[in-house]
Nanobody, 121 residues
Framework: QVQLVESGGGLVQTGGSLRLSCAASGSIFRINLMGWYRQAPGKQRELVATITSGGTTVYAESVKGRFTISRDNAKNTIDLQTNSLKPEDTAVYYC???????????????WGQGTQVTVSS
C-alpha cells in the first residue's frame, strides 16, 4: 500500500514563510507527476504547483514568484517552499502523486491527508 504523508503546515503571519514536505512510502515502482493542491473553506480544491520526474514545473498564477516546488526522485519526496505568504493562501494543502506500484500496474492518483496553512493578517 502506498501513502502520501504531508508535514510542515502551521500558523504564520502575513509575509512569513513555511516549507511543506510530502513523502510517498510503500511499494512504489515509479512516480510520474507530483504536486500540491489547496482547498480553502467554501472553495473548490485548486492546483498550486506540479513537478514532473524530469523537473518541469507548473505554478498557479497566484503563487508564481512566491512559491517554489522541488522534488527528490530518489526519496520520492516533494517540498513546497512558500514565501511572502498572504491571508488568501490560508487553506488545507494536499500532496498529490501519480504512482505506479509495479512495472505492469496502471498509474493511480493518490492524495495525502492534508496539512493546514493559516496566514494571519
Amino acid at each position: 500500500q502506498v501513502q502520501l504523508v504531508e508535514s510542515g503546515g502551521g500558523l504564520v503571519q502575513t509575509g512569513g514563510s513555511l516549507r511543506l514536505s510530502c513523502a510517498a512510502s510503500g511499494s512504489i515502482f515509479r512516480i510520474n507527476l507530483m504536486g500540491w493542491y489547496r482547498q480553502a473553506p467554501g472553495k473548490q480544491r485548486e492546483l498550486v504547483a506540479t513537478i514532473t520526474s524530469g523537473g518541469t514545473t507548473v505554478y498557479a498564477e497566484s503563487v508564481k514568484g512566491r512559491f517554489t516546488i522541488s522534488r527528490d526522485n530518489a526519496k520520492n519526496t516533494i517540498d513546497l517552499q512558500t514565501n511572502s505568504l498572504k491571508p488568501e493562501d490560508t487553506a488545507v494543502y494536499y500532496c498529490n502523486a501519480d504512482v505506479q506500484r509495479t512495472w505492469h500496474s496502471p498509474f493511480t492518483q493518490l492524495w495525502g491527508q492534508g496539512t493546514q496553512v493559516t496566514v494571519s493578517s
